[in-house]
Nanobody, 120 residues
Framework: QVQVVESGGGLVQPGGSLRLSCAASGPIFSVLDMGWYRQAPGNQREKVATITRAGDTNYADSVKGRFTISRDNSKNTVYLQMSRLTPEDTAVYYC??????????????WGQGTQVTVPS
């Protein structure tokens, strides 16, 4: 089965940095768009950053200039480099990947989530 696995979450002090990783595996023909979303307690899930297979990126206004999304297509992996973190960045971060299987059926897959905590 296709799956996506996230790693890299943790606790960091305000102003610190952290890099999240998410790798897709299984019977994959091609990984298309990928992205990072986050959800804080009591809040709805919001889009943080997305990246196409060609490398075109899009960021939420709240993270522009601080976060960088990138990908390695040879490894089916997407990264989120987070810098100058603030308590407002505290949330569970989820990886999303649009994946085509060998039958060329395209479906969105979600990671299990990884906790990022920035204390105030």
């Amino acid at each position: 089965q296709v799956q996506v696995v996230e790693s890299g979450g943790g606790l960091v002090q305000p102003g610190g940095s952290l890099r999240l990783s998410c790798a897709a595996s299984g019977p994959i023909f091609s990984v298309l768009d990928m992205g990072w979303y986050r959800q804080a307690p009591g809040n709805q899930r919001e889009k943080v950053a997305t990246i196409t297979r060609a490398g075109d990126t899009n960021y939420a206004d709240s993270v522009k200039g601080r976060f960088t999304i990138s990908r390695d297509n040879s490894k089916n992996t997407v990264y989120l480099q987070m810098s100058r973190l603030t308590p407002e960045d505290t949330a569970v971060y989820y990886c999303n990947a649009k994946i085509a299987d060998y039958g060329l059926d395209t479906k969105d897959y979600w990671g299990q989530g990884t906790q990022v905590t920035v204390p105030s």
